[in-house]
């Protein structure tokens, strides 16, 4: 079945520094993958997503991820973080149900905790 | 736009009772989903709901049930409740059939906490 690891729980950074959030998939013909943020007390916000194509993806916000076939990777980086990206970032992958419709696999995630 | 809301915020059940959690997905969302999250793991995948009929069930007992209103709004009903039933529960709205195509939008979850 189809899974991702994330093998940081946490992540300590100054602000302005930059930052790896990894992320890991098992292998497959076809891979959809996402980064999710949730902040405190919040639901989970879409970063990015890797569908096809280009092989680096960029979000509104800074984050930036590559899609690695031969590493089977997807991680997810930001040259520097702020305060505010505080947050727990969530790694998944799109995985095919027998109705025809997907699911998210989540992985564990990673708590950025940004310092000043 | 109002996102997805769920109803109530927080929760806290007896082991052994029955338990009825709410979303009203994004207007003109037909999908809902919903995800159980323990405390230090990630979403795990409970029910999807298309156009009012169950499209998907995740690896979770017969003790939960779900389904959808002609509205698209949707409840998670949980019964005979266990201590490790104990989580925040997320529903997530999207226009279409996948997330692929169609963004999971989440609400902020209810916190279910089993005594």
């Known amino acids: 079945a189809q899974s991702v690891t994330q093998l940081d729980s946490q992540v300590p950074v100054f602000e302005e520094a930059p930052v790896e959030l990894r992320c890991n998939y098992s292998s497959s013909v076809s891979v959809y993958l996402f980064w999710y943020v949730q902040y405190p007390n919040q639901g989970l916000q879409l970063l990015l997503k890797?569908?096809?194509?280009?092989?680096l993806v960029e979000s509104i916000n800074g984050f930036e991820a590559e899609f690695n076939k031969s590493q089977t990777s997807f991680h997810l980086r930001k040259p520097s973080v702020h305060i505010s990206d505080t947050a727990e970032y969530f790694c998944?992958?799109?995985?095919?149900?027998?109705?025809?419709?997907?699911?998210?696999?989540f992985g564990t995630g990673t708590r950025l905790l940004v310092s000043p | 736009d109002a996102g997805v809301t769920q109803s109530p915020t927080h929760l806290i059940k007896t082991r052994g009772q029955h338990v009825t959690l709410r979303c009203s997905p994004i207007s003109g969302h037909k999908s809902v989903s919903w995800y159980q999250q323990v405390l230090g793991q990630g979403p795990q995948f409970i029910f999807q709901?298309?156009?009012?009929?169950?499209?998907g069930r995740g690896n979770f007992p017969d003790r939960f049930s779900a389904r959808q209103f002609p509205n698209y709004s949707s409840e998670l009903n949980v019964n005979a409740l266990l201590l490790g039933d104990s989580a925040l529960y997320l529903c997530?709205?999207?226009?279409?059939?996948?997330?692929?195509?169609?963004?999971?939008?989440f609400g902020n979850g209810t916190r279910l906490t089993v005594t």
């Open positions: 890797y569908l096809s194509g280009s092989t």
């Open positions: 709901y298309y156009e009012k009929e169950e499209r």
């Open positions: 997530a709205s999207s226009l279409g059939r996948t997330a692929i195509y169609s963004p999971l939008h």
């Open positions: 998944a992958v799109s995985v095919a149900l027998n109705t025809g419709f997907q699911k998210l696999v």
